[in-house]
C-alpha cells in the first residue's frame, strides 16, 4: 500500500518519495523484516490491486536490468489477463465476487507449474473437469484451448493510439508518440494451423520500432526485434518486410505491439488563457495536418477549469462545431463532429467569469493559477498514422478452404494535451539553452 502511494500518500517517505526511487514501471521493491523483496509487479486499477512476484534466474546483485528478467514480462501478462477477466464486473459486487472465486480454478489451468502457458483468462473454462483433458493432437500447443468447426476467417484490427503534448513555446519541445497494437481473432479448424501475416508500409514512411510480438510467433527477424525509439533513425534501420508466422490461439489476441517515430502530430493546437480582472479569455485554435484522414468518427476539445468555482457567464465564439457547458460548470465540451472544415482550421474564443468555489469542483495539483490545457478526444476509423495496414492477399492459411479475411484499422487519441502557452507548464524535455 506504501509503495503504490494508497498509505500515506500526503507525507513524503523518504524510501519512496526520495528522488533517488523515481519509478516509472510498476516493478517495486518492497521492505520487509528480514530485507527488501524485488522484483514486485503490483499496479491499482479501478479499486483493486493486482500484484505477482516474478522468479528471477540467477543472481540479484547487482540487480539484474529489467529486459533481462523474463518473469516480469510473463507475471505482467498475467496481471493484465486476470484484470481483463475481473474488469467487466467491477460494477456488480455479486458478480466480481463470483469470478474472484473462480481465479484459483482458472489459474492452474494457466499456470499448471507456475509458469504462464494462456494468459488470456476468459478464455479458459472455470470447471475443473477441463483441467485433466489433454488434446489429443500432441502438436497442439497449450494456447489453443479449443478446437473451431466451421469456414475458416481471420479478423485483423490495427489500433494506433497517439500521446502528444503541445506547448507553443519557443524553449520548450512539442513531444508526440505512437504505440500500435494489432489483434487478431482467428476462426481456424485444426489442432495447430500455420498463418502467416504481414504489416505494410506506404514508401518512405518511418519504420516499425520497439517490435514484441505474442509467444505464438515461430520465428521472426531478429533483426526487426532489435530496433529501437531510443536510438535515432538511420539508414541501417530495420525497415521491413515485417511478417509474422504464427499458430493462433483459440481466442483475440495481440499479435504485436510496436511504436514509430512519426513526423508530426495530426492536430496542431494552440491554447491561451489569460485573465483580465474578474474575468478570463481563452482562445483555442487547431489545425487538421494536411496528410491525416478528415473523416472522424468524433473529435473534440474537453476545455477543464481546476481550483475554480463554477462557470457563472461565459460567452463565446466557434467557427466550427458547437461548444457545451458540462452539468458540473467546470468544463466546456467543444464538440467539432466528423469534419474539419475546407480551411483545416477551427478557432475558439471565450469571455468566462467563476462563482464561489465548493468542496464539489474539480481540484489539480498541477493546473494552478493559469496553469491550464484541453485535452482533445478523436478517433479516425480506416486510418493509421503510420500508413501501416494489412493487405489481405498477403495473410497466408495454410488449410482447406477459402478463408474470409477482414482487416480493418483506427487511430485513437490518447493524453493528447495542449497547454496554455501564456503560462508554466509540465515539460517532458526542454533543451539546454546556448
Aim: with cysteine.
Amino acid at each position: 500500500l506504501l509503495e503504490l502511494r494508497l498509505e500515506d500518500e500526503h507525507l513524503f517517505v523518504e524510501q519512496r518519495d526520495t528522488c533517488t526511487r523515481i519509478n516509472h514501471s510498476c516493478v517495486h521493491s518492497v521492505s520487509t523484516a528480514t530485507g527488501e523483496l524485488w522484483p514486485v509487479l503490483a499496479f491499482h486499477k479501478s479499486g483493486l490491486i493486482y500484484a505477482c512476484v516474478p522468479l528471477v534466474e540467477g543472481s540479484l546483485e547487482p540487480r539484474p536490468p529489467l529486459l533481462t528478467i523474463r518473469g516480469l514480462s510473463q507475471g505482467l501478462a498475467l496481471l493484465l489477463g486476470i484484470m481483463d477477466y475481473v474488469s467487466p464486473s467491477r460494477k456488480n459486487e455479486a458478480e466480481l465476487s463470483g469470478k474472484v472465486g473462480q481465479l484459483r480454478t482458472l489459474l492452474v489451468q494457466a499456470c499448471p507449474l507456475g509458469t504462464p502457458l494462456n494468459t488470456n483468462i476468459r478464455s479458459l473454462n472455470s470447471s475443473f473437469e477441463d483441467i485433466q483433458e489433454m488434446p489429443v493432437d500432441k502438436e497442439q500447443p497449450a494456447w489453443r484451448s479449443s478446437s473451431y468447426k466451421g469456414k475458416p476467417q481471420v479478423n485483423v484490427c490495427i489500433t494506433e493510439k497517439v500521446k502528444c503534448m503541445q506547448y507553443d513555446q519557443k524553449d520548450v519541445v512539442d513531444t508526440w508518440q505512437v504505440y500500435g497494437a494489432v489483434n487478431c481473432k482467428c476462426d481456424i479448424e485444426g489442432s495447430a494451423p500455420n498463418v502467416t501475416l504481414s504489416l505494410t508500409l506506404p514508401t518512405n514512411a518511418p519504420p516499425l520500432q520497439d517490435i514484441v510480438v505474442h509467444h505464438c510467433v515461430t520465428s521472426v527477424d531478429p533483426a526487426m526485434l532489435l530496433s529501437t525509439s531510443a536510438e535515432p533513425l538511420h539508414d541501417s534501420v530495420y525497415n521491413g518486410p515485417y511478417k509474422f508466422p504464427f499458430i493462433p490461439p483459440s481466442d483475440s489476441f495481440d499479435l504485436c505491439y510496436y511504436t514509430s517515430q512519426v513526423p508530426v502530430p495530426p492536430i496542431l493546437g494552440c491554447y491561451q488563457l489569460v485573465e483580465e480582472g474578474s474575468q478570463i479569455k481563452i482562445t483555442v485554435n487547431l489545425k487538421l495536418h494536411e496528410s491525416i484522414k478528415n473523416s472522424f468518427e468524433y473529435c473534440e476539445a474537453h476545455i477543464p477549469f481546476f481550483n475554480r468555482g463554477p462557470i457563472a457567464q461565459l460567452e463565446y465564439k466557434v467557427s466550427y462545431g458547437q461548444l457545451d457547458l458540462f452539468r458540473d460548470k467546470s468544463l466546456l465540451v467543444w464538440v467539432i463532429g466528423q469534419k474539419f472544415p475546407k480551411s483545416w482550421e477551427v478557432s475558439l474564443t471565450a469571455t468566462l467569469s467563476f462563482g464561489t468555489a465548493g468542496k464539489e469542483h474539480p481540484t489539480d495539483y498541477v493546473c494552478t493559477g493559469n496553469t491550464a490545457y484541453v485535452k482533445l478526444y478523436f478517433r479516425i476509423p480506416d486510418f493509421t498514422l503510420t500508413g501501416c495496414y494489412v493487405d489481405q492477399h498477403s495473410v497466408q492459411i495454410f488449410v482447406p478452404g477459402k478463408p474470409k479475411i477482414t482487416a480493418s484499422r483506427e487511430l485513437i487519441s490518447s493524453d493528447y494535451y495542449i497547454w496554455n502557452s501564456k503560462a508554466p507548464a509540465p515539460m517532458v524535455f526542454k533543451p539546454l539553452l546556448d
